[in-house]
């Protein structure tokens, strides 16, 4: 599979209610995970809000879109922010399983 022949990783990200919501759509993988590490890079360097990152729209992520959600995780404990993985696909839940993450983010099935 080459990085030409799926499509492109959408990212949109929306300011609510104090709340930062970013909701990559697309596979997330070695190609694509840059894109979604730029944007949550620059969505995190400022700012206080708790930040939701909804999956739903994620049918596939591979490590590389796993190490990426770490590092944003990381970055938002280094300034006490807040952050939550939403509405995990099959899929990537189990990834999340197999790897344990799920114990290290806080997840939920919705968006509150």
Known sequence: MHGDDHSPLNIDVEQRDGLLVIRPSGEVDLASS????????????TGSDPVIIDLAGV?????????????ALQTCRRTSRELTLARLTERVASIFKISKLDAVFTVTEDLH
């Open 34 to 45: 840059p894109v979604l590490r730029a944007t949550l890079q620059s969505n995190l360097a």
């Open 59 to 71: 049918p596939y992520m591979d490590s590389s879109g796993v190490a990426t959600l770490v590092e």
